[in-house]
């Protein structure tokens, strides 16, 4: 079993950044892709980026391209997702998701079997 417990979520301005935390509590080192996915109100859980198992893979919604980066420190057990250039429309609730050798294109809510509790991400214009 995997736990994952995100940190960093907050209020911020349009145009500002946020850093993302994810720490697992089991190792996560070369075994475990772990992937961000985000819900606003009202709109199902969409996929956001991920980082393959080896760390030599990563995938990003079109959404989300060229702003946001997922790095990921195996030392630590932790994932991080650096938010910049925060629109109004990324407000959500974020979550993080393990599995285990996981393909990081698969996009699905089914392709990960451990998730965190998430952390609020509220972007103000």
């Known amino acids: 079993q995997v736990q994952l417990v995100e940190s960093g979520g907050g209020l911020v301005q349009a145009g500002g950044s946020l850093r993302l935390s994810c720490t697992s509590s089991?190792?996560?080192?070369?075994?475990?892709?772990m992937g961000w996915f985000r819900q606003a109100p009202g709109k199902e859980r969409e996929f956001v980026v991920a980082i393959s198992w080896s760390g030599g893979r990563i995938y990003y919604a079109d959404s989300v391209k060229g702003r946001f980066t997922i790095s990921r420190e195996d030392a630590k057990n932790t994932v991080y997702l650096q938010m910049n250039s925060l629109k109004p429309e990324d407000t959500a609730v974020y979550y993080c998701?393990?599995?285990?050798?996981?393909?990081?294109?698969?996009?699905?809510?089914?392709?990960?079997?451990?998730w965190g509790q998430g952390t609020q991400v509220t972007v103000s214009s």
């Open positions: 998701a393990a599995e285990e050798y996981g393909d990081p294109t698969r996009v699905g809510i089914i392709d990960y079997d451990y």
């Open positions: 089991r190792l996560i080192s070369s075994k475990y892709t």
